[in-house]
């Protein structure tokens, strides 16, 4: 079984998941864009089984960023990493720019593309781009 690893910006929290992930995708709604001052987030989704969080510090808190999904970050550093959600039982989505290394797929599809911000416009990268169905 092929393990990838990663970790938050101080290196306080990390996690180790096992391949393969389920899907990847660029997420361009605006939750995601405030939680992380960027316009677009990229996840990658996993079952909750296939994650082992370590957390020595005990740095992970959950925000509550909508009725049923949950954000998850570093305490001492602000970093977020994980999603997860109800509309999605059973799965969690981790930053992809917080791998160490590749992963077994590229992003597949661009979601919520309809919420994406004005003044970026993404290169044609052949994707699909669909409105308000997925992602973070």
């Known amino acids: 079984m092929t393990t990838t690893r990663g970790s938050c ?11 393969p992930t389920k899907w990847v995708a660029h997420c361009h709604c605006t939750l ?3 939680a992380h001052g960027a316009a677009v987030v990229t996840w990658v989704g996993f079952d909750d089984g296939q994650v082992r969080i370590n957390d020595p510090q005990a740095r992970l808190q959950w ?7 949950e954000r ?3 305490a001492r550093c602000g970093t977020t990493l994980f999603f997860r959600s109800h509309r999605w039982p059973g799965e969690l989505h981790i930053v992809r720019s ?18 994406r911000a004005p003044w970026l416009v993404p290169g044609d990268d052949g994707l699909a781009r669909r ?3 997925g992602g973070g």
Do not use: I, M
């Open 63 to 69: 925000y509550a960023s909508t009725p049923g999904a």
């Open 72 to 74: 998850g970050f570093c």
């Open 98 to 115: 917080n791998f160490d290394g590749p992963l077994d797929r590229e992003p597949q599809v661009h979601v919520h593309y309809d919420s």
């Open 9 to 19: 910006l101080c290196g306080d929290l990390c996690f180790e998941a096992s391949l």
């Open 32 to 34: 995601c864009q405030r």
């Open 131 to 133: 409105a308000g169905d």
